[in-house]
């Protein structure tokens, strides 16, 4: 296949995956329980969800490894598996996806940050070259580096999956605020300012999830395209902000909701569209359907 980022440059939009947590959940998996376990113990489930986006539309999909650095695994005694679990989680997404459908390697951040003295800027290289490695192992195509809030952490698994590996890099940060009061991440970096940085840094795509709904990251992206007019951007939406309903964690925004900001998305400067937190494979398979029509 050609390069995902080739792919953009030449005028295609393309679909990424939703949420893997919440289909997760929705199997079975409980509150603090290690997602990635699954990849061992539970891979026909994990497969399930991969093949469910894939049937929805997706031109990409992401394996279930957002927690599966060693800092992570440790918690759950299997920081001595890392590279099983990473390359195990790429296994089961590139047997779903096939040959026509890329497999984006999934890395989340760690908890620790370099700036509170919590973990050392080489720790944390070692640790996202040992993720970034098994994934390419696996089969990914792709390292999406996700849900970022420091700058210093993203920029930090950037290099250590460009260094390691011969995958293209992705990286989305994960922004507060609104249109009004402005975006920002819990560091305080604007969209603009991560985008410069994280292109600096060598991020072959970058982008934006979690954190809000559909309509503010048509807010985003706009900030973000103001930088750069050809890098690819990558937006993944929750379905908006999570709500407690009876107890339960209930994300407001339906298919419907996402599907009419998909034009205004694309609009904005966003080249790849998916979903994050409480989306499934209906609300992907609503975006491609807005998706091929902009192709024709």
Known sequence: MKKIKERVLSGEILVSDGAWGTMLHSKGLKLGECPERWNLERRADVADIARGYVAAGSDMIETNSFGGSRIKLDYYGLGDRVSEVNRIAAEISREAAGDNVYVLGSIGPTGKMILTGDVTEEALYACFKEQAVALEAGGADAIAVETMFDLDEARCAIKAAKENTKCEVLCTMTFDGNSEIGFHTMMGITPEGAAASLIEAGADIIGTNCGNGVENMVGIAKEMRIVDAEIPILVQANAGLPMVVEGKTVFPETPDEIERWI??????????????????????????????????
């Open 263 to 296: 034009d205004p998305l694309i609009d904005a400067g966003a080249n790849i569209i998916g979903g994050c937190c409480g989306t499934t494979p209906e609300y992907v398979r609503r975006i491609a359907e807005v998706v091929k029509k902009r192709r024709k």
